[in-house]
């Protein structure tokens, strides 16, 4: 019984993570998959489409075997957060032999070796790093000078891949998830697959396989969703029509728009220091913005730059919007994910749970309020983030659809074989 683990966001579900499914499957010769996949909110910043419960059935009804929740403390964080703790769960289950991740690269020693130069850092690397960040190159471009410089002296490859390496998004979170297996001394195999047609950040519909940032546009940007038909699974599709018809749209962060402008223009330099990823000189160019427009993607246009990615400074709202600070932050995300919550199951998957129960190192929560009768404080704190993450989600809804409370009263998605 070979199981691979796959880390996910479904947002939404397409023919690309259909293919990525079976082909993860095949490599790693597994009978068996498990999803880690984010909540409402996602590593870019945004909140998801659709909620993480209908996420779950799409991927449920598309093949995958458990899904499981990345918390929110984790799922709306840097590529380095946001794969300690994908993986740390995949690891604390105790019964994962592969995972298999999407990289623009497809090659697993040229991101196993950087994985490994960045985790170590070995002089030269820490020289060149100086030496890039002293000429006043940004972190990621002194990064990656000190890559080159390190690979090129050591033979290691061909150094003039770094650039297209390092400059790409799966990869970026390729190595992270690498690092973090090293990190934790895991016995988890990885395995690539080179991404499939489309690029991350092609918007433009193409063929049958595109990205889900094009389809996200096509959803976001159209009052019709048959625009998408072509390049989802049907019961994707049937889930999305649904959703549309219940809620007359889809969600994303300019449905926030009310209460982050509230929020941004009732803070402080202080307060906005609070939030995790404002350093100095940021908080001031935040209020500034943010009393100029009253367009949160104005306000971001207006404090975007070279230094400040949109993604980062989409992380911030959320964070704001979510109020989690850095001392928050900063107390839970070293320890790890403190519990396995299940989003959906079929009948293969309620088989992994089984076994899991016997070999996890982590409580595994079906029903949410059971977490209370755990009694364990980091467990209870880390948990009811997402709670309040799904309640403010839920907000961004129509407002006569809102809801509260869900994690106590949705139950996990099962599909038994008939």
Sequence with gaps: MRIVGLITEYNPFHNGH????????????SEYSVAIMSGNFLQRGEPALVDKWTRAKMAIDNGVDLVIELPVIYACQSAEIFAFGAIKILDSLGIIDSVCFGSESGNIKELDCIAEILNNEPELFRECLKIGLSQGHSYPKAREYALTKYIESSNLFDPSTINSIVSNPNNILSIEYLKSLKKIDSSIKPYTLKRKHSNYHDKSLTGTISSATAIREQLINNTSIENIKHVVPSKTY????????EYRGFNYLDNYSTILLYLLRNSTSDSLKNILDVNEGLDNRIIDCSTKYSSIYDILDCINTKRYTMTRLKRIFTHLLLNLNKEIVHELVPIGPQYIRVLGANSKGIEILKMAKKSSKLPIITKFADYIKLNNALVSQMIELDKKATDIYELGLSKDKSKVNLDYTTSPYIKLAN
């Design 18 to 29: 259909l293919y990525h499914l079976n082909k993860s499957k095949s490599i790693t010769n």
């Design 238 to 245: 049937k889930y999305l029509e649904d959703f549309y018809n």
